[in-house]
């Protein structure tokens, strides 16, 4: 197994996917903390990086990064020695969940970092443990509800093989973050109700009314529709790889 994980480590040491991961990471602390340059609010900060990171660039990150994973071997035409070494390909597939992992564990610590550094280096107000502990907290949900989305992203590029799925499903994502936004801003108790049954939106208005705590009607724990939709499409995932045949070429 650990050898498995290094070499799809390897895999990823020359490739451009590592600078999309810390650009990931990087860009929204840096976004935000130039709009809060003159005037620095630590709520104001870390609610704006938190939205940005996950609303925006999360899904968009995820389904690239996930994607890239597995659609690599496809490309590069190496599916046909992947499918025939000599290790369970549920393993294989376990391990560049794993990368995935990793690569969003890279994102969100840099990111959870470098917005607390940005913060003290810009501003003057103390950091309360009240609000370290509830920012963190956020940031905690957040990296796990996201991570338990990873095995959809990686079906769009083992099904679709190519990284125009993948693309796709985080766009849909975002747009139902979107819906999320508009139904707690706007106090739609229907549109928030309805989008916390969603794998996407339910984290959104978890995070939101972490940070906000305007939430205020029942919703569906993220858990449940993101922990339903990590187990269904990973078992998925697990069929797939097993049953898919080695072929010649797309």
Known sequence: MLNIMYTELLKLKRSNILWLTIIGAVLPALI???GEFKDMNWTNLLNNNLLFLNVMIGPMLLSMLAGYVVV???NDNTVNQLF???HRRVTI???KMVVVLLLSVTVS???YSLIWLSGSLIGHQPITAELFWKYTDAYLWMFVLQALLIPIMMTAGI????FIPPVVLGIVAILINMMAIQGVEDHIPERITFVSYFPFGSAIIHMLDLIKSNVNIG???PLYPNGLTFVLFFIFNALYY???EVHSGS
């Not at 099904?159 to 190519?162: C, P, T």
């Open 219 to 221: 919703v569906l724990n």
């Open 93 to 95: 597939l376990f391990a």
């Open 159 to 162: 099904v679709g093989k190519s």
């Open 242 to 244: 097993t049953k898919s």
């Open 72 to 74: 690599r071997e496809y």
């Open 84 to 86: 025939v070494y000599p």
């Open 109 to 111: 610590a840099l990111n």
């Open 32 to 34: 935000t903390t130039f």
